[in-house]
């Protein structure tokens, strides 16, 4: 079975400088699918970046870009210059072949003014 | 931007009851989820439909859970008997197709909570 694991379950990072989350996973698949999902405290889930596993190209959106070590099955979520608007609940999950998501645990992102 | 949208809010409900929680996925997507967080925990995976039909579910899924597309329109999520620890809240979503693009697209989420 996958397992999905965000050791961080809390990260602080000052307006307009630079955070990373990390997420491992545990998988014997060799196709999938990659998310960040952010939660506001509007509780609704938000898709921040994906990456397949058969790219080797790390995604970039904006602000967001990911590090994707397949080898090592880590997923780490970079965020630049980071806003007041980026602090919510970052969750990492994983596409299983069957198509549903498993989460991680999350991470609780704090910007400081 | 079309978007999954969710019925009611919030649920307040006694033990016991029945709940019907509603969802309409966007319009022409063609598989839909039912997730739940209970408050402070991981977004846990309950089941999946596709073409009428649960593709796959999950151990919490029990007996106590049902679902359904009635109309073509609405996903529907029936608790028959709630308990307390059904307090959550329970998000709905939607797919497209199983292949790119394939990320779920959530709705709002339904707060319930059991008595």
């Known amino acids: 079975a996958q397992t999905v694991t965000q050791s961080q379950p809390e990260m602080s990072v000052q307006e307009a400088e630079t955070v990373t989350l990390s997420c491992t996973y545990d998988?014997?698949?060799?196709?999938?699918?990659l998310f960040w999902y952010k939660q506001p405290p509007s509780r609704q889930m938000i898709l921040v970046i994906r990456q397949e596993a058969y790219k080797q190209q790390n995604a970039t959106e904006n602000r967001f870009s990911v590090n994707f070590q397949k080898a090592a099955k880590s997923f780490s979520l970079k965020i630049s210059d980071s806003q007041l608007g980026d602090a919510a609940m970052y969750f990492c999950?994983?596409?299983?072949?069957?198509?549903?998501?498993?989460f991680g645990t999350g991470t609780r992102l704090k910007v400081l003014a | 931007e079309p978007e999954v949208t969710q019925t009611p809010s919030h649920q307040v409900t006694q033990m016991g009851q029945e709940v019907i929680l509603r969802c309409v996925p966007i319009s022409n997507h063609l598989y839909f989820y039912w997730y739940r967080q209970i408050l402070g925990q991981k977004v846990e995976f309950l089941v999946s439909?596709?073409?009428?039909?649960?593709?796959?579910k999950s151990e919490i899924f029990d007996d106590q859970f049902s679902v359904e597309r009635p109309d073509g329109s609405n996903f529907t999520l029936k608790i028959r008997s709630t308990k307390l620890e059904d307090s959550a809240m329970y998000f709905c979503a939607s797919q497209l197709t199983s292949s790119h693009p394939n990320e779920q697209f959530f709705g709002p989420g339904t707060r319930l909570t059991v008595l």
């Open positions: 999950a994983y596409r299983s072949a069957t198509l549903k998501y498993i």
């Open positions: 439909f596709y073409n009428n039909e649960i593709s796959e």
């Open positions: 998988t014997s698949e060799s196709d999938y699918y």
